[in-house]
Structure formats: C-alpha cells, structure tokens
C-alpha cells in the first residue's frame, strides 16, 4: 500500500494541513488451477524406478528406430508387443516373423528417406563424368589424376599408406587424414568398393581423385551421422606406401 498521501489546501484566510490516506486495495484471490478435463490423459510422472525405466526403454527405441527413418507408429500394436512378450503370451508373429518384418520394414524406411540423396548423386555424377581428365570404371566409379607416381601399384589385398580427404558433392568435408596430419593403413579388402577398385589404380607416389557412387560407398544405410544414406563421396587420396 502507498504512504499517506499530504494534500495542502490554500484558503485566503488560512493555511490547513490535512493528511488523506487511500482506501486499502484488496488483493484479487488466487485463481484455482485448471481442472483436467475428463478423457484427458495426465502426462506421466516419473516416481518409481520402473517407471524411468519404462521410459528410458521408450527413448531409446524411438532414437534408434527414428534414425533408421521411423516417424510414425501404431502404439496400441506396440504395447500389445511387448506386453505379450513380458507376461508369456502367445504372440500374434513369431520371433522370425517379427525380424523379417523389422528388416523389410526399415530397408522401405531407408529407401524412401536416402532416395531424394541418390537423385542428386546420380544427376552430379552424370555431369562430372563429362568434364575433361575424369574417367568412368565399368562400375560406375570415377576417377580424376591429379598426380601420376611411378611405383608399384596394390592388389586387393595389400595394406596401403595413404593420406586423404573425404567430402560430400555439396563440398562440406567429413573426414581427413591430412588434418590429422598423420596417413592411415589399412588393408583394401576391408573398406567400401569404391576405395578397394580406386586404390589398385595407383601407383605408389599418386594421387587420384575419386568420385564414388552410393553403390560403392555407403549404400542406402550411409554411415553414421556425416555420411547421409544414398550420398555419392568424393575422395582426394595420396597412394604414399604398400606394406610389404
């Protein structure tokens, strides 16, 4: 509440002083929280052990099964799942039924999602093959010289020392060794086939230009969070040594 508030009032004859104070205001009562309507479900609250992990199992079905391109889902069947599973029941699919359809499923799920990536890495791919020095394998794979050595080349089966950069064909780099300024070994019949067909093309001392289509990379599936589903890479490798 404000002070009393002093109000001088001047007459001709004398001077009065009054004091005036302002009627107390009353405060507006506390509104009662809403109801919840009936047929409306309260969120969940999270008392018990069990129920965190009820949720937890929730969470982290739904990040894996939306990463795999899963957006929507029938609860009810869901629920039914598990439960039938949990508590013994007979199930509606057998355990092989039930894998069979998670496979086919999420490969529909995967085609359907990286098909808008594999349009534009075939159309970039269909450009880039007819610009000068780029060449075409019977696999699809390109490939571009930007500098010739003069040693031996690899087989499939030898383990190479190289250093490279690896890019996406809007330009944005998702891996390189030269980076982390030190070449990497590895065998070139345990990476994509694009890198395995690629490497045996140079000869030590090289460096070569890849442009590898998603059938010889990561395919519909890609590769963790860098490599879409369906992209087409570029590769930039130096051939620098073949384990002996």
């Known amino acids: 509440m404000k002070k009393s508030v002093l109000v001088f009032l001047l007459s001709s004859l004398s001077v009065s002083l009054f004091a005036q104070t302002k009627p107390a205001v009353k405060k507006p009562a506390a509104k009662a929280a809403p109801a919840v ?6 969120p969940p609250v999270l008392n018990t ?21 899963v957006d929507k889902i029938n609860y009810t069947c869901m ?5 039938d599973v949990l508590k013994g029941k007979n199930t509606l699919l057998t355990t ?9 499923q999420l490969q529909a799920f995967m085609r359907q999602k990286s098909q808008s990536t594999i349009s534009e890495g075939e159309k970039f791919l269909a450009e880039n093959k007819k610009r000068e020095g780029v060449k075409e394998t019977a696999s699809g794979l390109q490939y571009e010289v930007l500098s010739m050595g003069t040693g031996a080349k690899p087989s ?5 020392k190289v250093h490279y950069e690896g890019f996406l064909i809007n330009g944005k ?6 980076d982390r300024g030190e070449p990497i070994s590895f065998a070139l019949n345990q990476v ?27 395919g519909e599936q890609g590769a963790g969070g860098s490599i879409p589903g369906g992209a ?13």
């Open 37 to 42: 309507k009936a047929g409306v479900a309260r």
């Open 49 to 69: 052990a069990l129920d965190s992990l009820s949720y937890a199992l929730g969470m982290i079905d739904a990040t894996f099964f939306k990463s795999q391109g």
């Open 79 to 83: 629920n039914k799942g598990f439960e």
């Open 96 to 104: 092989q039924q039930a894998d069979m359809t998670v496979r086919e």
């Open 156 to 160: 499939d089966t030898s383990t190479v």
């Open 173 to 178: 780099k998702f891996d390189s060794s030269r």
């Open 192 to 218: 994509i086939k694009g890198w395995t067909e690629g490497v045996q093309l140079m000869p030590v001392g090289s460096r070569f230009k890849f442009y590898i289509p998603y059938t010889l990379g990561y």
């Open 232 to 244: 087409a890479l570029i590769f930039d490798v130096e051939l620098i040594d073949i384990a002996k």
